[in-house]
């Protein structure tokens, strides 16, 4: 019965799965030399963001238009009689917007 339960606990942690993202590029724009342009957003060199928007934050390394934009990216609980918290993009930043571990109920 241990093993049975045990086993369980285990799959149900494999079954969270929380996917972080990433990604370096050029976000340059003819219109805005020396700056980045990030969905929509103009940044200087050096300067960061955090959108209230969505869970990201995004900054600008340099005047070629370089940048980075990093986000919570996908929650998914896969575990019955558990729910996610949801993005807090109203009263938080990233990365403290992205949602927690689930919780589950017993039952």
């Not at 969505?54 to 575990?79: M, Q």
């Not at 993009?89 to 039952?107: D, Q, V």
Request: proline share 9%; aromatic share 12%; hydrophobic share 30%.
């Amino acid at each position: 019965m241990q093993f049975l339960l045990r086993g369980t606990l285990l799959l149900a942690f494999f079954a969270v799965t929380i996917h972080g993202y990433a990604y370096t590029g050029t976000f340059s724009d003819p219109r805005y030399p020396g700056k980045c342009v990030i969905k929509n957003r103009v940044l200087s060199p050096g300067e960061v963001y955090k959108s209230r928007d969505i869970c990201e934050t995004w900054e600008c390394y340099d005047a070629k238009g370089s940048g980075w934009v990093n986000g919570c990216g996908v929650a998914v609980p896969g575990i019955p009689n558990c729910e996610l918290e949801p993005y807090d993009t109203r009263n938080k930043l990233h990365p403290e917007c992205c949602p927690g571990p689930p919780s589950c109920k017993k039952g």
